[in-house]
């Protein structure tokens, strides 16, 4: 029975955000009524020419330093030849053999928090087409320019991931970093973040790579881990079945989960590619790389390495904490909220409700943690009040949902709602001698040996103080009073 | 009696300023010339002639306060391949015959803004690809010399225009000597600049590397006075030089002695008889005024011609698939699919020479054969450009004949592309180099004008007005006018 | 160089132009003329030599600032086009 490695290698197309395209002076936002964002250069009209955007050129050497990649000194725009209705010159600007960026790599964390290196093998810039619209139209399609010549970064891997779940892995790492750049806003819906992935299979040991097929249109995590597993499966079935893997483009259909070849891409499109005859060879010279440089936010990686070494964090939480810069952020204004409370060294603490009940309420609730009901002083607040014991941390879970629910702050709800952890030793001897004498039986057997009752006495003194008792001391006179 | 056509545009430009005559009065009496001696030559597609008075009366009121620009009252008509806001655009083919343009190329709004009056456009090659102003789907154009005969191309209608006399000036392009060897042919100064000296912005591409706007006109005078408002630097085209514009006009008249001319030994052998005297005279007028000759060779010089037939179609192969029946231009009738829109838009909007030259293109850039075609000849144009760079350090300017016959029958080359080809085989290297270069008359061969081409070094340009005007004052080849145009 | 039929109708499908059956041949002529022409290129020394791709040696590319400095014009651009349904460019359906 044979053993198969799987070869994966993500074509990222990041729309980098310029307020201009790249090649001209036409507005790029998104959402704007059809073609009036596209300019005569975009329509390709007759006797227009490109001149070339320093902000794509800027982000693109962003990326580069971010990945640790080489900028190319001297870089050249070429010509890919091609006939489609989006692609209104007949030709799309790209860069072919000598991009921007060559040579990167971008470390990832699994989910059992192992560590992985992909390489990226170049980036390089070139201009969008537009769009086709096919419903609408009897027997026609509607083709809107505005997305023409909205600069893209086209990111290309290494064949380096071996499962779906480490191309899902990288390809967060990509969404991430990029948004930290702040070079594009990653929305996959809006396509301003698009992935391919070239997938082959080997046996294992061989060194020889498979024939590989392309899948497009995945634009969501979720879609891209299935569709790679799909096609995995799909191509050692071929294989073991006796038939050869015919190298294509296939389309990852979400509905039927399954890709299926896109029958009417033509032959392999010979484009032709040569230098732009009407665009020089860019020069990048080191003072504009150093400029460049000190824009540079910072990175993820050190994000959350800092973490780990400041805050005790794990790697892990680290990795999760620093997903989007947003968070991140978020996380260090709750601790400079309660370090400015006196209350330093609660770090993990933070930590748990901002990965757990915070983030759990965002997803919910369907809004980024820029746009939380709950902010971070609030937030703040309510972890202050576990902090210095005013309640437990199951009360705080009640709590927090009240401030989600409500927008007020954690101890306006913990006064309204009277929820006040219990921490005066007496009352709780009272309670405890009040379960004690109600639970004879249960008394009798503890004492003469049964140990695990203990969870009884102290789940009957939670539900009699309506789990405001103070677990500790529940736990220190609980010990005492009912020792035999 | 001297007429309003029979002055050059230096003249007519004093005589507004003296207040001799206005320009409505001009503007009239060149539109009526083109109304009653255009359909002879076909010289002109598009006729403004509403727009033209307009700007005329608007001229004059400017020349009476005395805000006049430099070129205020003075009609010209602009090569069809340059976008005119609101005029139709055509570039001599049906894939554009329904072309309005939507904006003005960057040429015709400095010409416009230094105070032209627009008469109307000129007939061209199909896409500027021709040396005899055939391809145009608007039919051929007659030289005025002989209405059998060819003017050149692919700015065909811009120098018979000026010929005639139908307009003291015209807008051109050189890719290859689309404006050299018309001049040539027609008995006008025609001139290319620098590559990069003037925007390509608005000028329909043929071969982004090698095309350049320039002009044709009955001086050098005349052509240094446009050229100091139509070049400069241009922020829309990337390839546009950023360097300050001399006044051409100021440098006419330094002394010519001591002038250094190379004579290009590639040029002169096999050259016809008749033409090497009319040459070598011409070269003897320099040397009476001090100029001191020089043989030099460009040993790759006479690759050019196949270099170019590489290049510019490469080029031109990927320019022209914007034009596609989608978003403007000629679209075929009931398009069954998508295939059959591009495939028949296409195939029926361009004449068979542009269609040749595209399938050229595409297939030098092709997978197989990029290297041995493609890159090849862009190696050699280096080769080329390396050999004229050598010759300056010798020479201040290079001399040759600029066409090698003149004027030839109408359907005479027609049928075999190579033998029209090489009528641009003394001009097409100064496009390879993007180096300026112009022609003038300089005799007549069975009744047809010839040329002498003047090549110098990059943006030598004053120096070849400066060399070129010193000629015209001792000559009076220039002068002449066809029969029939006086 | 002899270009073959085939080939012919190769390039021009690359290219999308329809060439009839009659224009067919001429096509093949006319073209293997002028790649047998440019065979001349073969006998140059170009072993050492890097290619050409701009005539001024040392011109660079010059980059604009992030500027938006176009209005929507769309209606003014849409008058050329040949078929037009609400703002958008109509082409017979592209399958995909």
Known sequence: MMSWETVIGLEIHAQLATRSKIFSSAATAYGAAPNAQANLVDLGYPGVLPVLNRDAVRMAVKFGLAVGAQVAPRSVFARKNYFYPDLPKGYQISQYEKPVVEKGKLQIMLDDGTIKVIGITRAHLEEDAGKSLHEDFQGASGIDLNRAGTPLLEIVSEPDMRSAKEAVAYLKKVHTLVRYLEICDGNMQEGSFRCDANVSVRPVGQEKFGTRCEIKNLNSFRYIEKAINYEVARQIEEIEAGRKIKQETRLYDPDKGETRSLRSKEEANDYRYFPDPDLLPVVIEQAFVESVRGTLPELPDQKAARYVEKFGLSAYDAGVLTASREMGDFYESVLAALQAKNLAGHEKLAANWTMGELSAALNKDNVDVTQSRIDAARLAGLLARIADETISGKIAKEVFEAMWAEGSDADAIIEAKGLKQITDTGAIEKTIDEVMAANPKQLADYRSGKDKLFGFFVGQVMKVTAGKANPAQVNDLLKKKLAP | ?486 | MSLTRNDVENIAHLARLALSEEQLPVYVDSLSKIFSFVEQLNGADIAAVEPMAHPLADQVQRMRPDEVLDADQHAKYQRNAPRVEADLYLVPKVIE
Request: hydrophobic share 40%.
């Open chain 2, 1 to 486: 009696m001297t007429e309003l056509h029979h002055l050059t545009l230096a003249e007519l430009n004093e005589g507004l300023r003296a207040r001799r005559f206005s320009s409505v009065e001009i503007t009239r009496h060149f539109l009526a010339r083109i109304e009653r001696l255009n359909p002879a030559l076909n010289a002109v597609i598009t006729v403004t002639g509403e727009q033209a008075l307009a700007a005329a009366q608007r001229a004059d009121r400017l020349l009476a306060a005395g805000e006049a620009g430099d070129l205020t009252g003075l009609p010209i008509i602009h090569k069809d391949i340059f976008c005119t806001d609101g005029v139709l655009t055509t570039c001599g083919s049906r894939m554009l015959s329904n072309f309005v343009a939507p904006y003005d190329a960057t040429l015709v709004e400095r010409l416009s803004q230094a105070g032209v009056v627009m008469l109307g456009k000129a007939n061209m090659d199909e896409f500027a690809m021709g040396s005899s102003n055939e391809t145009s789907w608007y039919g051929p154009v007659k030289n005025p010399w002989d209405l059998k005969k060819v003017p050149g191309g692919s700015s065909g209608g811009s120098a018979a225009s000026v010929a005639a006399r139908i307009t003291p000036a015209a807008t051109a392009t050189d890719t290859g000597g689309s404006i050299r060897q018309p001049a040539a042919l027609t008995g006008l100064t025609g001139f290319k600049p620098t590559y990069g000296r003037v925007s390509r912005y608005g000028m329909i591409a043929f071969a982004s590397s090698l095309d350049q706007a320039g002009t044709l006109t009955l001086t050098a005078k005349d052509a240094a006075l446009l050229m100091r408002d139509m070049a400069g630097f241009d922020a829309k085209d990337s390839t546009s030089v950023d360097t300050p514009v001399p006044d051409y006009v100021a440098a006419l008249d330094q002394p010519l002695n001591g002038l250094r001319i190379g004579l290009l030994k590639e040029f002169f052998d096999g050259l016809e008889p008749r033409m090497a005297t009319l040459i070598r005279e011409a070269l003897q007028v320099y040397e009476r005024r001090g100029a001191k000759l020089f043989e030099v060779s460009l040993p790759n010089l006479p690759l050019s011609v196949p270099t170019y037939y590489v290049v510019a179609p490469a080029e031109c192969s990927s320019n022209l698939s914007r034009f596609d029946g989608v978003r403007f231009g000629y679209r075929c009738e009931n398009p069954k699919d998508l295939l059959d829109l591009y495939k028949r838009s296409r195939g029926e909007g361009f004449g068979a020479e542009v269609k040749r030259r595209i399938m050229t293109g595409t297939y030098v850039l092709s997978a197989g054969y990029y290297d041995a075609y493609y890159l090849r000849a862009q190696k050699v144009r280096r080769l080329i450009t390396d050999d004229f760079a050598r010759a300056f350090k010798q020479v201040d300017v290079l001399m040759g004949p600029t066409s090698p016959t003149p004027a030839f029958d109408i359907g005479a080359k027609v049928d075999d592309p190579i033998t029209m080809y090489l009528n641009d085989i003394y001009t097409i290297g100064a496009n390879l180099a993007g180096l300026p270069a112009m022609s003038i008359p300089c005799g007549k061969i069975d009744g047809l004008p010839v040329g002498l081409q003047i090549i110098g070094p990059h943006f030598a340009e004053a120096k070849l007005f400066n060399v070129a005007h010193g000629y015209q004052q001792d000559t009076l080849w220039h002068k002449e006018i066809p029969k029939g145009y006086e």
